[in-house]
């Protein structure tokens, strides 16, 4: 399919800068290692019973963490080179764009989770997560990144511009990400206690990240018309005093 | 319960025998151990009131604040943009 | 036409010190809460308004994208700026009855959480709109979209949270003369709400044109 190859063509090009310098993954990766050790030293007085409660809550805020750093740095490297008005120029699919940023937010999440989990089974080993179905909690992870990538590579993507202030990317992400962080918190700790609904939840699971992934795919086109471009000329013949009180 | 009258009468104990002359109405609940629950009860309830009242008041005051706040901030904007269109219709 | 918010502010007007006089004076204190239950009869009109307009922001917003409606976007920045004004009441009220009920200005259940989140939510959307890059308005919009959708999800999922741990009942049935003064609340806050919006969506189309006049005046000014 002509989407899937364009994707793919896109997504092994950001792959290949990638492994050049190994950017990305490093700092991800060392920000997950640094967050595990503080959560270590601030939780280190947990009881046994609380543990398996704590730890779901741990996992996800990190990968929340994680995923705001990522996506900021993964526009950077367009916005500093400003590629990103060529590639939107370019005659390929929005969506090939946006599928592409997706799959490289993603694969930097999974390997921070793949950090993060075996590391948080070490530190509180009451919580139960060598215990776990390990398939099940594959799949949960694999869901919950993509959900938080799927509705995170939209907005950076749209506050991806020169002017270089990012500070919107964080006031806009954490509230919006907030339904995957919360069914991936509920099905962690389902998990965790061994709950025996877990494989429904992991479908509802799927359903949601259908849902906001179509709905992002969706956006993504009128949300990217005019990014890259000039902004829209302001009036001039007026004094700051009167714009700022509008 | 056998309760003389008097308020003040000491041998006025629950279940306790008073000396109760014979024309003297039986009251019900106006022994001293009734009379000083209810009077508990009842500054419990005037404090709960009264701070219910506060919290009312709170809360309509941050409601009525935020409305007329809004309110001004219309009425504002809307004379700003009088005022500008003077100025794009004078030049 | 241009006067119907007035009307409508008028008609509210009456009726709020009605409404007042009706919480106050004429409805039965509430068996289990005591008289705090009063603050009920705002906060939960508060609380529909705020829903309400947040579903007319987000719907606006879609039409605002799809074929570029400048009314459409008037009506998303006001709906948009009344969800935010509405909540925070609702997210200021609801604790200080929860703390004059139950000692607990924050319960934590699926209603309180998805508010707050909802308020997030639209006060980014505000943001965006405000400080964000050049063509931040069609990014507000998305926003606003994806907010209207995730407020159901937020709710199921609080929901669905909160029955690993226990629950507090926020509201039990009502009766009858209670309904009655609280839909009259809503005939009281309601239209206060739609004329604000109406009035501020005014105002937006308005500033809307006439940056496009000065642009035009400037344009024509530098050609001249």
Not at chain 2, 31 to 56: F, G
Not at chain 3, 159 to 171: C, D, E, F, M, Y
Request: with cysteine; charged share 15%.
């Amino acid at each position: 399919m002509h989407l899937l190859r364009q994707t793919w063509l896109l997504t092994r090009n950001d792959l290949r800068q990638e492994l050049r310098q190994l950017e990305l993954v490093v700092t991800a990766g060392f920000f997950t290692l640094v967050v595990l050790i503080m959560f270590a030293l601030a939780f280190s007085t947990l009881d046994d019973e609380v543990q398996p409660r704590a730890v779901p809550g741990m996992i996800w805020l990190c990968l929340a963490f994680v995923g705001a750093l990522t996506l900021t740095r993964v526009f950077d490297r367009e916005r500093e080179a400003s590629t990103f008005a060529a590639l939107l120029a370019a005659p390929v699919d929005r969506l090939a764009i946006y599928l592409s940023k997706l799959l490289v937010t993603l694969g930097v999440l999974l390997i921070c989770a793949a950090l993060l989990i075996p590391g948080l089974a070490l530190i509180f080993p009451a919580a139960g997560i060598t215990r776990a179905p390990m398939l099940a909690l594959g799949v949960l992870t694999l869901l919950g990144c993509l959900g938080y990538a799927a509705v995170g590579t939209l907005f950076a993507a749209g506050l991806a511009t020169s002017s270089g202030k990012n500070v919107l990317l964080s006031v806009v992400l954490y509230p919006l990400t907030t339904p995957v962080l919360l069914f991936a918190l509920v099905a962690t700790a389902r998990l965790l206690e061994g709950h025996a609904e877990t494989w429904s939840a992991l479908a509802q699971f799927a359903a949601l990240d259908a849902i906001l992934l179509g709905v992002a795919a969706w956006l993504f086109e009128s949300v990217l018309v005019g990014v890259g471009q000039a902004p829209a000329p302001h009036p001039t013949a007026r004094s700051t005093a009167e714009r700022t009180s509008r | 319960m056998d309760i003389t009258a008097l308020p003040e009468s000491e041998s006025a104990a629950p279940g306790g025998e008073a000396e109760s002359p014979e024309n003297v109405k039986k009251v019900e609940g106006r022994d001293p151990e009734t009379v000083r629950l209810k009077r508990a009860y009842e500054s419990e309830v005037e404090a709960k009131v009264a701070s219910d009242h506060q919290h009312i008041v709170w809360a309509y005051g941050v409601i009525w604040v935020l409305f007329v706040g809004y309110g001004m901030l219309l009425w504002r904007r809307a004379n700003a943009q009088r005022a500008d269109l003077e100025r794009l219709q004078k030049r | 036409m241009k006067y119907v918010p007035y009307v409508l502010l008028a008609i509210a007007a009456l009726l709020f010190p009605y409404a007042v006089s009706q919480v106050f004076l004429h409805t039965p204190i509430e068996a289990e809460m005591g008289t705090a239950q009063k603050i009920f009869y705002f906060h939960v009109p508060l609380a529909w308004t705020t829903m309400v307009f947040g579903v007319v922001c987000g719907i606006a917003a879609g039409i605002q994208l799809r074929i570029r409606s400048e009314r459409a976007e008037a009506i998303a920045v006001a709906a948009g700026e009344m969800v935010v004004l509405c909540g925070a009441g609702v997210l200021i009220t609801g604790p200080i009855w929860g703390d004059a009920t139950w000692g607990t200005p924050w319960t934590g259940d699926a209603r309180q959480t998805s508010t707050a989140l909802l308020w997030l939510v639209f006060v980014a959307y505000l943001l965006v709109r405000r400080y964000g890059p050049a063509n931040s308005d069609r990014l507000a919009a998305a926003l606003a979209i994806f907010g209207a959708v995730d407020v159901p999800i937020i709710y199921y999922a609080v929901k669905i949270w909160k029955t690993i741990h226990p629950q507090t009942t926020v509201v039990g049935s009502l009766p009858g003369s209670m309904w009655a003064t609280l839909w009259l609340c809503v005939a009281a806050i309601l239209p206060t709400c739609i004329a604000l919006v109406w009035i501020r969506a005014d105002q937006e189309r308005s500033a809307m044109a006439l940056d496009r006049a000065w642009i035009e005046r400037d344009a024509a000014a530098a050609t001249a």
